[in-house]
């Protein structure tokens, strides 16, 4: 069986060297004129504090509402102060029955209730958000729908040995309050950018990281320059595959127009990911990404169709953009 998977190991090999050598053949490979060399980072900070807004597209989040009101039941002498009703305790018999009504318990005329939508009666939950229903509008168009025009916002803070960022969409409740959403690709991502290189340790949306028990995802070496490439190859066990792969490739140097400004010599990257699961899942494909100096991810496009993140302001060291 290991003979298998060395086997399997060494013919993605061959194909994995043939695709590094078409990259750099059919897309721009060009040295810049000076420096030849880049210290990764100065193109990816993690200063404590430090934060981004960008523009997301090809994501679509069914924005989050209250369903239906909210029962109060019936109120009771909490009498060894647990918050709860037990047994025995005095009520008060609002809708008759004999016998106490929780919130929990399903309404009847008569308990009181927290009327969300101020129509003056009990509106049950029904699964779909009903006109006066409070939600958070991320794409800001007046109702509540899949929003597919989101603001990801993160900002950056020291956990354990690690720089993480965390991320939310962000949008306005119907009140008019600010409000935030962990969804696809918005939750933790934990970085170093160190003598070992740019790396990405961890992935967490909603509980789950799918990069927990595999080896840090080499972004760029530490110091690069043009058409240098880090194939990161992984499986969670020798005898079971799958087997991950992260092609990522410093293409050339451009300049980049985003909502924050224009960036001049930003490194470009192309990054071909495949075989991975669950959260990760979304990444396979290529995609590119655009680094600007002392500012970090300024825009990224892919894997999928029309999916791009563009920069729309940020705080990076104190200093702001745009």
């Not at 008759?96 to 929780?102: A, L, M, V």
């Not at 087997?243 to 001049?264: Q, R």
């Given at each position: 069986?290991?003979?298998?998977?060395?086997?399997?190991?060494?013919?993605?090999?061959?194909?994995?060297?043939?695709?590094?050598?078409?990259?750099?053949?059919?897309?721009?490979?060009?040295?810049?004129?000076?420096?030849?060399?880049?210290?990764?980072?100065?193109?990816?900070?993690?200063?404590?504090?430090?934060?981004?807004?960008?523009?997301?597209?090809?994501?679509?989040?069914?924005?989050?509402?209250?369903?239906?009101?909210?029962?109060?039941?019936?109120?009771?002498?909490?009498?060894?102060?647990?918050?709860?009703?037990?047994?025995?305790?005095?009520?008060?018999?609002?809708?008759?029955?004999?016998?106490?009504?929780?919130?929990?318990?399903?309404?009847?005329?008569?308990?009181?209730?927290?009327?969300?939508?101020?129509?003056?009666?009990?509106?049950?939950?029904?699964?779909?958000?009903?006109?006066?229903?409070?939600?958070?509008?991320?794409?800001?168009?007046?109702?509540?729908?899949?929003?597919?025009?989101?603001?990801?916002?993160?900002?950056?803070?020291?956990?354990?040995?690690?720089?993480?960022?965390?991320?939310?969409?962000?949008?306005?409740?119907?009140?008019?309050?600010?409000?935030?959403?962990?969804?696809?690709?918005?939750?933790?991502?934990?970085f170093s950018n160190d003598s070992l290189g740019l790396r990405w340790h961890c992935h967490l949306e909603i509980g789950s990281n799918d990069l927990l028990s595999l080896k840090p995802i080499i972004i760029g070496r530490a110091r690069i320059q043009v058409g240098d490439s880090v194939i990161n190859i992984d499986t969670l066990?020798?005898?079971?595959?799958p087997i991950f792969t992260w092609i990522s490739i410093f293409e050339a140097i451009e300049y980049v127009m985003v909502p924050a400004g224009t960036f001049e010599a930003c490194l470009k990257f192309e990054s071909v990911a495949s075989g991975w699961t669950g959260n990760m899942q979304r990444y396979n494909g290529t995609s590119?990404?655009?680094?600007?100096?002392?500012?970090?991810?300024?825009?990224?496009?892919?894997?999928?169709?029309?999916?791009?993140?563009?920069?729309?302001?940020?705080?990076?060291?104190?200093?702001?953009?745009?």
């Amino acid at each position: 069986m290991r003979t298998g998977f060395v086997y399997k190991a060494i013919c993605i090999g061959i194909i994995l060297f043939f695709i590094l050598v078409s990259s750099c053949t059919n897309k721009k490979c060009t040295s810049p004129t000076e420096p030849g060399f880049y210290l990764m980072k100065d193109y990816f900070p993690l200063n404590e504090g430090d934060q981004w807004t960008w523009e997301v597209t090809g994501d679509t989040i069914a924005e989050p509402f209250f369903d239906g009101d909210v029962n109060l039941g019936e109120p009771f002498v909490d009498g060894n102060k647990n918050g709860v009703y037990d047994f025995g305790e005095q009520y008060e018999d609002l809708n008759f029955n004999g016998e106490y009504d929780g919130p929990y318990d399903p309404w009847t005329p008569g308990i009181p209730y927290e009327d969300r939508d101020s129509n003056g009666h009990y509106d049950p939950p029904n699964g779909i958000w009903d006109e006066g229903e409070f939600f958070t509008d991320l794409d800001n168009n007046g109702v509540c729908n899949k929003a597919t025009d989101l603001t990801l916002k993160a900002f950056l803070w020291f956990h354990e040995h690690l720089m993480r960022r965390e991320s939310k969409y962000i949008g306005t409740g119907s009140d008019g309050t600010p409000w935030g959403v962990i969804g696809s690709k918005a939750g933790r991502d934990d970085f170093s950018n160190d003598s070992l290189g740019l790396r990405w340790h961890c992935h967490l949306e909603i509980g789950s990281n799918d990069l927990l028990s595999l080896k840090p995802i080499i972004i760029g070496r530490a110091r690069i320059q043009v058409g240098d490439s880090v194939i990161n190859i992984d499986t969670l066990s020798e005898y079971n595959p799958p087997i991950f792969t992260w092609i990522s490739i410093f293409e050339a140097i451009e300049y980049v127009m985003v909502p924050a400004g224009t960036f001049e010599a930003c490194l470009k990257f192309e990054s071909v990911a495949s075989g991975w699961t669950g959260n990760m899942q979304r990444y396979n494909g290529t995609s590119y990404q655009w680094y600007a100096k002392g500012v970090g991810l300024v825009k990224s496009e892919g894997p999928g169709e029309g999916e791009h993140w563009l920069l729309k302001s940020a705080k990076i060291n104190s200093k702001n953009y745009p």
